[in-house]
């Protein structure tokens, strides 16, 4: 069957406007038309996008129920945090930096990835018993490795334990030192794009073939020669991974790390989020991460009280519209014109 060839200037599309909007919130961040509170909203709202949209390849589109996300966040955050602390900072636990401060540029991404890679080794060990089992099951396994990871980080002293860890910032300062640019922006910016693209194209491979074959019935899969456990490895350690990256992300855009900021509210929070946007839909995960970060903060002066209007707007989402903004559509769905800023065959 004959391929369509998309034209040059329409494969160019999408990539040019996604340059030109980091090059203007860039703009805006580096001649302060933006203040830092707006900035961090903004770097808040991606690191929820892959938050949300990681949780959702195996909440939405295969079917399961993690309710643990946070735990793998939690490992990207400490991993990533102590080789740019150790690499490219002063510390009284590390001593002097063990490569030039100048390299941190360079050096900030692969530490991303291999927080990254770390939180995806723990999500193998969470799923190897997602073989054996499903719904409640599951849900109960990945709270207990959420609750293991954290207590894990609450007795590893070096890391700072209870109290936390911190130095994230100077490596921002290191960075700053290079290049007198917001270089949170361009790293949150540049890893939710490349999220979103890695999750878009597993859910159009084989691999995504097989997750909504197992989403919608495991057994009938495995008849019809589905391998459901080598998809589920897979979907299981990709999530993880990316969440560990928005770890990773979140820790340096705070400069401060502790186990209470990945407990089971954490993991709340990306649920919410994942059944708001609509299961199985991405364009539905990045909607809801942009509504509930900025709902977060129009309700931060109800300060605990707010913890009882979001759940409250849950229900009655539950209530009237079960399925979500998006349901299991995208928005390509709704707007079909849209397909061809994505078209990259």
Not at 16 to 31: K, R, S
Not at 115 to 134: D, K, N
Not at 155 to 177: C, H, L, P, Q, Y
Request: with cysteine.
């Amino acid at each position: 069957m004959p391929t369509t060839r998309i034209p040059p200037r329409q494969r160019l599309t999408l990539p040019l406007l996604l340059a030109a909007l980091l090059a203007g919130i860039m703009a805006l961040a580096y001649f302060e038309v933006i203040d830092l509170y707006i900035q961090t909203i903004i770097l808040f709202i991606g690191i929820n996008i892959i938050i949300s949209s990681s949780l959702n390849l195996v909440n939405g589109h295969m079917g399961e129920f993690s309710c643990g996300h946070a735990g793998f966040v939690a490992v990207g955050a400490y991993v990533s945090s102590v080789i740019t602390v150790a690499l490219f900072t002063s510390d009284r636990v590390f001593g002097p930096p063990l490569l030039p401060p100048q390299l941190a540029p360079l050096g900030f991404p692969l530490a991303l990835l291999a927080g990254g890679a770390a939180a995806a080794v723990a999500g193998l060990l969470v799923a190897l018993p997602s073989f054996r089992t499903r719904g409640d099951y599951l849900a109960i396994i990945t709270i207990a490795a959420n609750y293991i990871i954290i207590t894990t980080v609450i007795n590893i002293d070096t890391i700072g334990g209870a109290r936390g860890f911190m130095g994230m910032k100077r490596v921002i300062f290191a960075m700053e030192e290079v290049a007198e640019i917001p270089w949170m922006v361009l790293w949150v910016f540049t890893f939710t794009i490349l999220s979103l693209i890695a999750i878009r194209r597993f859910v159009s491979s084989t691999y995504g073939k097989g997750i909504i074959a197992i989403q919608q019935d495991e057994v009938a899969a495995e008849m019809m020669g589905v391998n459901t456990n080598r998809i589920k490895l897979v979907a299981f350690m990709l999530s993880s991974g990316l969440a560990g990256i928005a770890g990773g992300l979140y820790a340096h855009v705070i400069g401060y790390v502790n186990p209470k900021s990945f407990d089971i509210l954490k993991s709340t929070e990306a649920m919410v989020m994942v059944y708001l946007g609509g299961m199985g839909s991405i364009s539905g995960a990045v909607l809801s991460a942009i509504l509930f970060t900025l709902l977060l903060e129009a309700l931060r002066p109800l300060q605990i009280i707010k913890w009882i209007v979001i759940p409250l707007l849950l229900i009655i989402l539950m209530q009237f519209r079960p399925e979500g903004i998006m349901g299991n559509r995208e928005l390509t769905d709704i707007f079909p014109r849209l397909k061809k800023l994505h078209r990259f065959k």
